[in-house]
């Protein structure tokens, strides 16, 4: 019943911007993380970006700090992922994600079915 639906993602030359949308539906969010992962061609889907519902702490892993900035809107049930300066090694299918479980980090989750982000250098 959890669905989730990204959009946004495209291709962009290194220094450009693109912003990925996640609408999520099928249950309350208000106890939940929302988060951004991205796998690239051989690699693990690692962890971006992720969100409290509720409190909008946000956490990034270190390679995306101050480029990527991560932020909902909680009237549409959407999470955004804005990514600024973008590196070829951004390059990755992104995915949205939000854990099984409430009040819990990730670990089983949902998945979006990803959208995928190309940087040309």
């Known amino acids: 019943q959890v669905q989730l639906v990204e959009s946004g993602g495209g291709l962009v030359q290194a220094g450009g911007s693109l912003r990925l949308s996640c609408a999520a539906s099928?249950?309350?969010?208000?106890?939940?993380?929302m988060g951004w992962f991205r796998q690239s061609p051989g690699k693990e889907r690692e962890f971006v970006a992720a969100?409290?519902?509720?409190?909008?702490?946000?956490h990034y892993r270190d390679s995306v700090k101050g480029r990527f900035t991560i932020s909902r809107d909680n009237a549409k049930n959407t999470v955004y992922l804005q990514m600024n300066s973008l590196k070829p090694e951004d390059t990755a299918v992104y995915y949205c994600?939000?854990?099984?479980?409430?009040?819990?980090?990730?670990?089983?989750?949902?998945w979006g079915q990803g959208t995928q982000v190309t940087v040309s250098s």
């Open positions: 099928g249950r309350t969010f208000s106890n939940s993380f």
């Open positions: 994600a939000v854990p099984t479980k409430e009040r819990t980090w990730f670990g089983n989750n949902y």
């Open positions: 969100i409290s519902w509720s409190t909008s702490t946000t």
